[in-house]
């Protein structure tokens, strides 16, 4: 199968770090890969490769099924408008016909709980509410691949259900995901596949189930239990 | 009674009685300066966020150059329109040297660089903070940058105000080219220096105090709307 994404021998580096080292990564259609792996590994950096929001060695190819991406961010970045236009200005930005961004908007607000907080400005909403928006926005303009970071870092048990619930219905819908998490349980719940990062480097890339199941590398195993120290 | 009080008795009853002299000369003072502020807001916001974002040979320099602009003297700027516009000047057949047009071309070229330099500084912090997300969505470098400005909306008033604050305060460039001609181009800084010259101590501390008035109310109503926009969610866990 051709995959919509890929990354050959891929490096990123900032400055004297090397985030990325020689990676190889193919996303396919329908695919939710859930890029795990310690702090600094690469996870993020990995990323904005992948949507080619850094410059990078390599090569990277996008099929035409997987053009349309978006990425939403750990921190979530929403404009200081309301809630309402910073979905419509989302649309304009990805050349949505006029016509269809209100009927798109609408269905966002829906699909995200958040029709009652329309009119509010978007940067007053709670931390779980903004990442709701990033993804209801990100959501209306049908994108073939979405990006991750570490969606439901820093929100409560309840947020994270509520995100979660989200992205497996974006999944459902046949939608690519690709996100970076530090929460296993997460990835076991929602990706198709787990790709493992150590040091810029891919150490695995396997379907979730083998991934959790099989006998990994000493530091991957080393990082499923706990035990990984930041120094080596 | 001390001289400075009297003065200050005599120009707030001028202040309440809307002397003519005092409001010819504040509106004048107003017109020019709010004119020179909202060319310079067109073409300053624009540049700032262009230079911001845009990679090109000589950038670094010329945002040196931008951010030296900054402390420029405004009797240089005078200096500079008063030449460019006199009779024997490259501009001479415009025929607008002591006009409030020339003291709008003066008062523009001064807070032209404010606007410019302030506004590049803040759309370059925001872009660092936003910058990924808004390309992520297919925004292009430049209107990213001035979907910053939108965002930044507030602190862009702030600039204004600064620049308006600027333009209207300042003396030199306006009697250089403006020429401080009784009801035709005299403001309200340059009717200060001249009543001061002649000892008429109150007007020249009323339209101080008109000048103060302006600016602060201005200051007060961004200060409004800034509050006004960052109330807390009500029902927001």
């Given at each position: 199968?051709?995959?919509?994404?890929?990354?050959?021998?891929?490096g990123?580096?900032?400055?004297?770090?090397?985030a990325?080292r020689d990676v190889?990564?193919?996303v396919?259609?329908?695919?939710?890969i859930a890029l795990?792996g310690a702090?600094?590994?690469?996870?993020?950096?990995l990323?904005?490769?992948?949507?080619g929001?850094?410059?990078?060695?390599g090569?990277?190819?996008?099929?035409?099924?997987?053009?349309a991406?978006?990425?939403?961010f750990?921190?979530?970045?929403?404009?200081?408008?309301?809630?309402?236009?910073n979905?419509r200005?989302?649309l304009w930005?990805?050349g949505v016909p006029?016509?269809?961004r209100?009927?798109?908007?609408?269905?966002a607000?829906?699909?995200?709980?958040?029709?009652?907080?329309?009119?509010r400005?978007a940067?007053?909403?709670?931390?779980g509410?903004?990442?709701?928006?990033?993804?209801?926005r990100a959501w209306?303009?049908r994108?073939?691949?979405?990006?991750?970071?570490?969606?439901?870092?820093?929100l409560?048990?309840?947020?994270?259900?509520e995100?979660?619930?989200?992205?497996?219905?974006?999944?459902?819908?046949?939608?690519?995901?690709?996100?970076?998490?530090?929460?296993?349980?997460?990835?076991?719940?929602l990706?198709?596949?787990?790709?493992?990062?150590?040091?810029?480097?891919?150490?695995?890339?396997?379907?979730?189930?083998?991934?959790f199941?099989?006998?990994?590398?000493?530091?991957?195993?080393?990082?499923?239990?706990?035990?990984?120290?930041w120094?080596? | 009674m001390s001289?400075?009080?009297?003065?200050f008795?005599?120009?707030?009853?001028?202040?309440?009685q809307?002397?003519?002299?005092?409001?010819?000369t504040?509106a004048l003072?107003l017109?020019v300066?709010?004119?020179?502020?909202?060319?310079?807001?067109g073409?300053g916001?624009?540049?700032?966020?262009?230079?911001?974002?845009?990679?090109?040979p000589?950038r670094?320099?010329?945002?040196?150059?931008?951010?030296?602009?900054?402390?420029?003297?405004?009797?240089v700027?005078?200096?500079?329109?008063?030449?460019?516009?006199?009779?024997?000047?490259?501009?001479?057949?415009?025929?607008?040297?002591?006009?409030p047009?020339?003291?709008?071309?003066?008062q523009?070229l001064l807070v032209?660089?404010?606007?410019g330099?302030l506004?590049?500084?803040?759309?370059?912090d925001?872009?660092?903070?936003?910058g990924?997300?808004?390309?992520?969505m297919?925004?292009?470098?430049?209107?990213?940058a001035?979907?910053?400005l939108l965002?930044?909306?507030w602190a862009v008033?702030?600039?204004?105000?600064?620049?308006?604050?600027?333009?209207?305060?300042?003396?030199?460039?306006v009697?250089i080219?403006?020429?401080?001609?009784d009801?035709?181009?005299?403001v309200?800084?340059?009717?200060i220096?001249l009543e001061?010259?002649?000892?008429?101590l109150?007007?020249?501390?009323?339209?101080?105090?008109v000048?103060?008035?302006i600016?602060?109310?201005?200051?007060?109503?961004?200060?409004?709307?800034?509050r006004?926009?960052?109330?807390?969610?009500?029902?927001?866990?």
């Amino acid at each position: 199968m051709t995959p919509i994404l890929s990354l050959d021998r891929a490096g990123v580096r900032f400055g004297a770090v090397t985030a990325l080292r020689d990676v190889a990564l193919q996303v396919h259609r329908g695919d939710f890969i859930a890029l795990i792996g310690a702090n600094g590994s690469g996870k993020t950096t990995l990323l904005q490769a992948l949507h080619g929001l850094v410059p990078h060695t390599g090569t990277r190819v996008v099929d035409r099924r997987g053009a349309a991406q978006v990425m939403v961010f750990q921190r979530p970045f929403v404009l200081r408008l309301s809630v309402w236009n910073n979905l419509r200005l989302a649309l304009w930005l990805a050349g949505v016909p006029a016509a269809e961004r209100v009927t798109r908007a609408t269905q966002a607000l829906q699909h995200a709980g958040l029709s009652a907080l329309r009119d509010r400005p978007a940067r007053a909403l709670s931390g779980g509410q903004q990442q709701r928006l990033a993804l209801a926005r990100a959501w209306a303009v049908r994108p073939d691949v979405l990006f991750l970071d570490e969606p439901t870092a820093n929100l409560d048990p309840s947020a994270k259900k509520e995100i979660e619930a989200m992205l497996a219905a974006f999944a459902a819908e046949g939608m690519t995901l690709v996100m970076s998490t530090h929460n296993l349980g997460q990835a076991k719940r929602l990706a198709t596949r787990v790709v493992y990062l150590d040091h810029g480097t891919i150490r695995a890339d396997l379907p979730t189930a083998r991934f959790f199941h099989e006998h990994l590398d000493a530091r991957a195993e080393l990082f499923l239990k706990g035990d990984l120290k930041w120094d080596v | 009674m001390s001289a400075f009080a009297e003065s200050f008795h005599t120009a707030v009853a001028l202040v309440l009685q809307a002397d003519p002299v005092l409001l010819r000369t504040v509106a004048l003072s107003l017109a020019v300066s709010a004119t020179a502020c909202a060319i310079a807001a067109g073409f300053g916001l624009a540049a700032g966020a262009w230079l911001a974002v845009i990679a090109f040979p000589g950038r670094r320099v010329l945002i040196a150059a931008l951010n030296t602009l900054l402390a420029l003297p405004s009797v240089v700027v005078g200096l500079v329109v008063y030449l460019l516009l006199s009779r024997s000047g490259p501009l001479g057949s415009w025929g607008i040297l002591f006009t409030p047009s020339a003291m709008v071309i003066a008062q523009t070229l001064l807070v032209l660089p404010v606007v410019g330099a302030l506004s590049r500084q803040l759309v370059a912090d925001s872009l660092r903070d936003g910058g990924d997300q808004l390309r992520s969505m297919g925004a292009r470098p430049f209107t990213a940058a001035l979907l910053m400005l939108l965002h930044e909306r507030w602190a862009v008033a702030t600039i204004l105000l600064t620049a308006f604050g600027r333009a209207v305060s300042e003396v030199g460039a306006v009697m250089i080219v403006g020429g401080n001609i009784d009801g035709v181009t005299r403001v309200i800084t340059t009717t200060i220096a001249l009543e001061t010259s002649k000892g008429d101590l109150p007007l020249a501390l009323a339209l101080g105090l008109v000048l103060l008035a302006i600016v602060g109310a201005i200051n007060g109503l961004i200060g409004i709307a800034q509050r006004a926009q960052g109330l807390p969610l009500a029902g927001a866990r």
